[in-house]
Protein backbone atom coordinates (compact mmCIF):
# COMPACT_ATOMS: atom_id res chain seq x y z
CA UNK A 1 0.00 0.00 0.00
CA UNK A 2 2.56 2.49 -0.69
CA UNK A 3 2.17 5.72 -3.18
CA UNK A 4 4.40 3.57 -5.77
CA UNK A 5 2.28 0.82 -5.69
CA UNK A 6 -0.81 2.48 -5.54
CA UNK A 7 -0.35 5.09 -8.71
CA UNK A 8 1.62 2.68 -10.56
CA UNK A 9 -0.06 -0.61 -10.48
CA UNK A 10 3.01 -1.64 -8.85
CA UNK A 11 2.20 -5.31 -7.02
CA UNK A 12 4.79 -6.92 -4.71
CA UNK A 13 7.23 -4.31 -5.71
CA UNK A 14 9.47 -6.74 -8.00
CA UNK A 15 10.93 -7.19 -11.23
CA UNK A 16 10.47 -10.77 -12.57
CA UNK A 17 11.74 -12.09 -15.99
CA UNK A 18 12.38 -15.35 -16.02
CA UNK A 19 9.66 -17.50 -17.26
CA UNK A 20 9.35 -19.85 -14.64
CA UNK A 21 9.79 -17.67 -11.98
CA UNK A 22 7.01 -15.48 -13.45
CA UNK A 23 4.60 -18.65 -13.43
CA UNK A 24 5.78 -19.54 -10.35
CA UNK A 25 4.38 -15.88 -8.54
CA UNK A 26 0.93 -15.84 -10.79
CA UNK A 27 0.41 -19.24 -9.29
CA UNK A 28 1.38 -18.18 -5.80
CA UNK A 29 -0.80 -14.84 -6.54
CA UNK A 30 -3.82 -16.97 -7.35
CA UNK A 31 -3.71 -18.86 -4.74
CA UNK A 32 -3.96 -16.04 -2.08
CA UNK A 33 -6.97 -14.69 -4.21
CA UNK A 34 -8.80 -17.36 -4.26
CA UNK A 35 -8.04 -18.63 -0.91
CA UNK A 36 -11.59 -19.57 0.98
CA UNK A 37 -10.47 -16.82 3.77
CA UNK A 38 -10.05 -13.93 1.18
CA UNK A 39 -12.24 -11.05 1.09
CA UNK A 40 -13.20 -9.37 -1.60
CA UNK A 41 -12.82 -5.63 0.09
CA UNK A 42 -12.01 -4.22 -3.83
CA UNK A 43 -15.01 -1.55 -3.50
CA UNK A 44 -14.23 -0.80 0.25
CA UNK A 45 -10.86 -0.03 -0.59
CA UNK A 46 -11.25 2.04 -3.44
CA UNK A 47 -14.06 4.16 -1.36
CA UNK A 48 -11.25 4.77 1.26
CA UNK A 49 -8.49 5.63 -1.34
CA UNK A 50 -10.62 7.87 -3.04
CA UNK A 51 -11.45 9.79 0.31
CA UNK A 52 -7.93 9.96 1.83
CA UNK A 53 -4.79 12.35 0.55
CA UNK A 54 -4.34 9.45 -2.30
CA UNK A 55 -7.88 10.22 -3.97
CA UNK A 56 -8.56 11.76 -7.47
CA UNK A 57 -10.02 15.46 -5.71
CA UNK A 58 -7.86 17.89 -5.34
CA UNK A 59 -7.68 20.04 -2.49
CA UNK A 60 -8.09 23.79 -2.74
CA UNK A 61 -4.94 25.69 -1.78
CA UNK A 62 -7.15 28.07 0.69
CA UNK A 63 -7.53 24.56 2.63
CA UNK A 64 -3.62 24.37 2.34
CA UNK A 65 -3.14 27.34 4.18
CA UNK A 66 -5.82 27.62 6.74
CA UNK A 67 -4.03 23.70 7.78
CA UNK A 68 -0.46 25.29 7.83
CA UNK A 69 -1.94 28.44 9.22
CA UNK A 70 -3.48 26.47 12.05
CA UNK A 71 -0.47 24.38 12.71
CA UNK A 72 1.82 27.12 12.57
CA UNK A 73 -0.53 28.98 15.30
CA UNK A 74 -0.43 25.76 17.64
CA UNK A 75 1.92 26.86 19.95
CA UNK A 76 0.11 30.55 20.41
CA UNK A 77 -3.45 28.78 21.03
CA UNK A 78 -1.65 26.81 23.78
CA UNK A 79 -0.42 29.58 25.77
CA UNK A 80 -4.11 31.26 25.18
CA UNK A 81 -5.24 28.38 27.33
CA UNK A 82 -2.33 27.43 29.65
CA UNK A 83 -0.81 30.83 31.05
CA UNK A 84 -1.92 33.41 33.00
CA UNK A 85 -0.62 37.15 33.48
CA UNK A 86 1.19 37.03 37.16
CA UNK A 87 -0.56 38.91 40.31
CA UNK A 88 2.30 41.60 40.34
CA UNK A 89 0.97 43.12 36.64
CA UNK A 90 -3.01 43.64 38.35
CA UNK A 91 -4.43 45.33 36.01
CA UNK A 92 -1.18 47.65 34.98
CA UNK A 93 -1.72 46.05 30.93
CA UNK A 94 -3.78 46.45 28.21
CA UNK A 95 -5.75 43.95 26.66
CA UNK A 96 -3.39 43.22 23.51
CA UNK A 97 -0.25 43.46 25.70
CA UNK A 98 -2.22 40.21 28.07
CA UNK A 99 -2.76 38.24 24.89
CA UNK A 100 0.56 39.02 23.43
CA UNK A 101 2.10 37.41 26.85
CA UNK A 102 0.27 34.35 27.05
CA UNK A 103 0.85 33.84 23.43
CA UNK A 104 4.53 33.79 24.21
CA UNK A 105 4.44 31.04 26.24
CA UNK A 106 6.33 31.48 29.28
CA UNK A 107 5.41 31.46 32.61
CA UNK A 108 5.59 34.94 34.99
CA UNK A 109 8.13 35.03 37.50
Same mark, same amino acid.
Given at each position: ?TL??????????VD? !???????? *??? +? @??? %? +? %?? %? +?????? =?? *???????? +?????? !??? #???? *? =? $???? *??? /?? &????? /? @?????? @?????FD @????? #? &?????? $??
Amino acid at each position: MTLAGLSQQGELNVDV !VDSDATAK *LAD +W @FED %R +W %RD %R +WCLDIS =KE *LAEIIDQS +WAGQEL !VPP #YHVY *L =K $GAYH *LAQ /EA &RAGLS /E @FRIPAA @FGNSLFD @FQVIK #Y &RMSGTE $GE
